[in-house]
């Protein structure tokens, strides 16, 4: 379906993502989402932070409802910008860095993922990871 987020390919970003997890030393909850931000595919690695499940599925839906990554809509959202207090909308936007849209190469955004138990810069390699793995495809 080449315009769609399939499972397998929600698998296969999670699958990457949790992988550099792994490598990175830093257990991570990992959320995967459609263009619609409903849940595909979530995994908590042992020890990650249980609060965070929720941060990586409102990083996901954030990324995904948006067509954004949740460092951007940040930078839009900073007292001052054009969005500043859009993340108390749409049941609690996420606006740091951690969340990601997915796009197929040359391809419309149709999905996210949302990562979320290490630092900003760690949920953001973790997530970006993830997204790599679907433009190889």
């Known amino acids: ?55 990586a599925i409102r990083k996901a839906r954030t990324a995904a409802l948006l067509r954004m990554s949740t460092a951007d809509l940040g930078e839009a959202a900073a007292p001052g910008a054009p969005l500043y207090g859009i993340e108390v909308t749409n049941g609690g936007l996420v606006i740091f860095g951690g969340g990601l849209p997915l796009a197929k190469p040359r391809g419309a955004v149709i999905g996210a993922i949302g990562v979320s138990a290490g630092s900003v810069e760690q949920d953001t390699t973790v997530a970006e990871a993830g997204a790599a793995a679907l433009r190889k495809r």
């Open 1 to 55: 379906m080449a315009g769609q987020l399939t499972l397998a390919d929600a698998q296969r970003v999670l699958d990457a993502a949790l992988a550099k997890a792994v490598e990175i030393e830093q257990p991570m909850n990992v959320a995967v989402v459609d263009d619609g931000g409903h849940l595909l595919a979530f995994s908590r690695q042992d020890g990650a932070i249980l609060a965070s499940i929720d941060i």
